[in-house]
Every structure is written in structure tokens, then in C-alpha cells.
T-cell receptor, first 114, second 116 residues
């Protein structure tokens, strides 16, 4: 089945550690997105990528980094510079770059800082 | 900058009752509008979208939404709610211009509780 997979489902991190969240899609979609979700705040865009080897900062990029070395993969690293990383992280993709279209979401990763 | 407001944080309805979730947007051009639903601990699923044409849009699970340009609204409706509709609902507007093309801006969400 085609879709977006995110791993792990739950992730625990000690303060001061970097962690990487995985996002893989087999939909052959061009564009990929990372969102952060906190209760009562909706979804906020962290980074997005329209093509391989290119990505742009979203509204809350500080303390995060991404890479897009392959079309199907868009991992997110939460660095120790992110002051409040505990949140639910969602990855999404759209078929074509540069157009508004339905975003397809993965199941999410819940990150907790201990 | 575009924005989306969902005025109701939490709505409670009885099973079988009608439902309307409100969404107001701010966008300079013709908006691209979406409604998504999220079950607890899950990703988002598209209910319906409006790009152009008929302002009354039908979606999955018996939902519909009406685009009203004069009121900058895109309210979601369902004539009879089922217990399985309990979830969080998000309205979103898409950016079709500038360097942010393709981006979606989401509202804060409305949590729907359904009483038996």
C-alpha cells in the first residue's frame, strides 16, 4: 500500500541530545513537509521541501534541521537548540511541487523530552 | 499573511444532532480551503476541499462545507452526527503565490465530543 510512514511512533530524549525523526513516502510525491502540533495551537510548519536537495524554513525552523537526499525520504533532526521539543510531529507530502494540493499525512511521532 | 480562525475550541453534540464547525480565513486572493479530521494520536485525513466552482462542497463521511466569500468563511456541516465523528477538526488555507506556494496554514482546531 502506498503511503507515508513515520518512525518511531514514540521517542524519548534526554535534554541536550539530538534526535532524528524518520519520514518515508512511497507515493512518488515531489513535495514534503514537517509540522509540529501542540494542544490548542493547530499545526505549525517547521520545514518543507519541493525537490531533492532543496528545502525551505517554515514558521518555526529554529532548533530543527532537515535533509532531502532522496525523493522518498525527508528526515527531521531536533537539535539541542530547540528549547521545548516535546510535541507531536507530523510529516506530509503532496504530489506536485509549486501548487496547492491535498497534503497526505503520516501517523506522526510523539517526542517527549525527559 | 494568510490566517485561519476556528472560533470554537470544543463543541459537544448529541448523537444524531446536526453539526456546524466554523472557520474564518484571511487571504488576499481566491482561497484554496481544506477541512481535515484527526483521531487521537493519529495523522490528519482530508474531509473535503474547495478550489473553485460550486461553493457547496461534498466530502467523505457525510460532511459538507460551504464557501462564503462575503463572510470569509468555510463552515463544515453534517446533518446527523455519529459517535465515530468524535475527533479534532482542522480548517486550512493554501498559499498559491509567492515563494511560499503550496504551504497550508492551519487553524487551531475544534475538538468534537459526541454524547450518546
Amino acid at each position: 500500500d502506498g503511503g507515508i510512514t513515520q518512525s518511531p511512533k514514540y521517542l524519548f530524549r534526554k535534554e541536550g541530545q539530538n534526535v532524528t525523526l524518520s519520514c518515508e513516502q512511497n507515493l512518488n510525491h515531489d513535495a514534503m513537509y514537517w509540522y509540529r502540533q501542540d494542544p490548542g495551537q493547530g499545526l505549525r510548519l517547521i520545514y518543507y521541501s519541493q525537490i531533492v536537495n532543496d528545502f525551505q524554513k517554515g514558521d518555526i525552523a529554529e532548533g530543527y534541521s532537515v535533509s532531502r537526499e532522496k525523493k522518498e525520504s525527508f528526515p527531521l533532526t531536533v537539535t539541542s537548540a530547540q528549547k521545548n521539543p516535546t510535541a507531536f510531529y507530523l510529516c506530509a507530502s503532496t504530489p506536485l511541487a509549486g501548487v496547492v494540493d491535498t497534503q497526505y499525512f503520516g501517523p506522526g511521532t510523539r517526542l517527549t523530552v525527559l | 499573511a494568510q490566517s485561519v480562525t476556528q472560533p470554537d475550541i470544543h463543541i459537544t453534540v448529541s448523537e444524531g444532532a446536526s453539526l456546524e464547525l466554523r472557520c474564518n480565513y484571511s487571504y488576499g486572493a481566491t482561497p484554496y480551503l481544506f477541512w481535515y479530521v484527526q483521531s487521537p494520536g493519529q495523522g490528519l485525513q482530508l474531509l473535503l476541499k474547495y478550489f473553485s466552482g460550486d461553493t457547496l462542497v461534498q466530502g467523505i463521511k457525510g460532511f459538507e462545507a460551504e464557501f462564503k466569500r462575503s463572510q470569509s468563511s468555510f463552515n463544515l456541516r453534517k446533518p446527523s452526527v455519529h459517535w465515530s465523528d468524535a475527533a479534532e477538526y482542522f480548517c486550512a488555507v493554501g498559499n498559491a503565490g509567492g515563494t511560499s506556494y503550496g504551504k497550508l496554514t492551519f487553524g487551531q482546531g475544534t475538538i468534537l465530543t459526541v454524547h450518546p
